[in-house]
T-cell receptor
Framework: GAVVSQHPSWVICKSGTSVKIECRSL??????MFWYRQFPKQSLMLMATSNEGSKATYEQGVEKDKFLINHASLTLSTLTVTSAHPEDSSFYIC?????WGAGETQYFGPGTRLLVL | GENVEQHPSTLSVQEGDSAVIKCTYS??????FPWYKQELGKGPQLIIDIRSNVGEKKDQRIAVTLNKTAKHFSLHITETQPEDSAVYFC???????FGSGTQLTVLP
């Protein structure tokens, strides 16, 4: 099956620092990748949609200067949380859309837990 | 945009019994309906999906049914096992809109 990896799986950082999270589709090319944020006991909240070679599309209320997204290749997207603050602590999950004969399927990474002190 | 409602929010069943989780959606143009299982501290795992050109799909103990007229779809898990315990999310549309999730607990 399709595999999506994320790195790191967890990170602790000091307030004011920047953190980069990588998302890779390991066995397929993904023209579109997504970044979600999930708070405890809640559903997934879409932050942005990333297309290879173009600027990401951010959902309403998500600061694009705070959450920088780069989709440099068909297998790699990165999310950088700039000047992180404690309220940015959350579970960040990426997803990659795979196109195949019958349609498209979206696969998720294992998530990255961010704790900002 | 799409709006997805999911029920129940929690579900407890005895091992071996069946579990059913239901979702409704609002956008009649949606034609893709996946179900994800999320274990604590992990990312969502695709367990089954259905497209609007079929009404039912089955994979071993898991099945999904779709009623496009009524705009609802359901997940059915038979012969539940303790390892089925997790949060299950339904979703709809090409740009997935997620339901609020169902915490399924299978009691041994």
């Amino acid at each position: 099956g399709a595999v999506v990896s994320q790195h790191p799986s967890w990170v602790i950082c000091k307030s004011g620092t920047s953190v980069k999270i990588e998302c890779r589709s390991l066995d397929f090319q993904a023209t579109t990748m997504f970044w979600y944020r999930q708070f405890p006991k809640q559903s997934l909240m879409l932050m942005a949609t990333s297309n290879e070679g173009s600027k990401a599309t951010y959902e309403q209320g998500v600061e694009k200067d705070k959450f920088l997204i780069n989709h440099a290749s068909l297998t790699l997207s990165t999310l950088t949380v700039t000047s992180a603050h404690p309220e940015d602590s959350s579970f960040y999950i990426c997803s990659a859309r795979r196109a195949w004969g019958a349609g498209e399927t979206q696969y998720f990474g294992p998530g990255t837990r961010l704790l900002v002190l | 945009g799409e709006n997805v409602e999911q029920h129940p929010s929690t579900l407890s069943v005895q091992e071996g019994d069946s579990a059913v989780i239901k979702c409704t959606y609002s956008d009649s143009a949606s034609n893709y309906f996946p179900w994800y299982k999320q274990e604590l501290g992990k990312g969502p795992q695709l367990i089954i999906d259905i497209r609007s050109n079929v009404g039912e799909k089955k994979d071993q103990r898991i099945a999904v049914t779709l009623n496009k007229t009524a705009k609802h779809f359901s997940l059915h898990i038979t012969e539940t096992q303790p390892e089925d315990s997790a949060v299950y999310f339904c979703a709809a549309g090409r740009q997935l809109t997620f339901g609020s999730g169902t915490q399924l607990t299978v009691l041994p």
